[in-house]
């Protein structure tokens, strides 16, 4: 299958940077290429891409408010937003409007054919780079969490732990270790929280055992 690929971002020197590096490859097609969220929203509506990949800062209409539009205009598409070490201040609002990860836009060539066919597939995308920090900048914003907790009740006990240590940054493999349980089992109990919380993706599941308070600023896998 083909993946569908939506470009934006300002400067027409990265996007020609972003069509080459994705159109060498058999399986991506690069379908539009837009200047700002506004025009994303739109291209959006008319394409369908599977992935977007939005540049946050950008005039008139930014990556963020883009983001929103795109998924409004195509719920099936999935936005991943391009990041750089000094802009934490947009990761709450990116996560909170539903964009399914991030990546530095000093990524590898490599690193970046590999998220956009993570994020193709369904799965969310934390660059292992910033995992950390957008987690924690997101779970040390404020905000009422208490009343969310509830959304937890539909989990099993094991399901709690899982979700609590992939929002902690671990990945299937060593969720499995940790819980000693087969990596095929901790897919299965990824899958069903997302199916019961009704979340698209990993990143999603992350945000929410913060906004439910499973899990807190500063928690680590050992704590």
């Given at each position: 299958?083909?993946i569908?690929v939506?470009l934006v971002?300002?400067?027409a020197?990265?996007r ?6 994705l159109?060498a ?5 690069v ?7 506004d025009?994303?929203?739109t291209m959006?509506a008319?394409?369908?891409p ?6 946050v800062?950008?005039?008139?209409v930014?990556?963020i ?5 795109v998924?409004e205009?195509?719920p099936s ?5 391009l990041?750089t070490?000094g802009?934490d ?5 990116a996560l909170?409007?539903g964009?399914?990860?991030f ?5 590898t ?20 780079a910033?995992t950390?920090?957008v987690?924690?900048s997101?779970a040390?914003a ?7 907790s ?5 989990l099993?006990?094991r ?5 609590s240590?992939?929002a902690r940054?671990l ?9 000693y ?8 109990h990824?899958s ?10 990993r ?5 929410a055992?913060?906004?439910t308070g ?7 896998a050992d704590?």
């Amino acid at each position: 299958m083909t993946i569908r690929v939506l470009l934006v971002d300002d400067e027409a020197m990265v996007r020609v940077g972003l069509r080459m590096v994705l159109t060498a490859e058999p399986d991506v097609e690069v379908v539009g290429e837009a200047s700002d969220g506004d025009l994303a929203g739109t291209m959006a509506a008319q394409l369908r891409p599977d992935v977007v990949l939005m540049d946050v800062r950008m005039p008139r209409v930014d990556g963020i408010e883009g983001a929103r539009r795109v998924l409004e205009a195509s719920p099936s598409s999935r936005v991943v937003v391009l990041t750089t070490f000094g802009e934490d201040e947009y990761v709450e609002g990116a996560l909170r409007a539903g964009v399914s990860g991030f990546l530095l836009k000093v990524s590898t060539p490599e690193q970046l054919v590999a998220a956009v066919r993570t994020v193709a597939a369904g799965g969310g995308l934390l660059d292992p780079a910033v995992t950390l920090r957008v987690i924690e900048s997101f779970a040390a914003a404020p905000g009422p969490r208490t009343a969310r907790s509830r959304d937890l009740e539909v989990l099993t006990l094991r399901e709690r732990d899982v979700l609590s240590l992939v929002a902690r940054g671990l990945s299937n493999a060593e969720v499995a270790a940790e819980l000693y349980l087969g990596e095929a089992t901790v897919k299965t109990h990824v899958s069903s929280i997302l199916a019961k919380l009704g979340l698209r993706d990993r990143v999603q599941a992350v945000v929410a055992a913060y906004e439910t308070g499973l899990v807190r600023a500063g928690d680590r896998a050992d704590s």
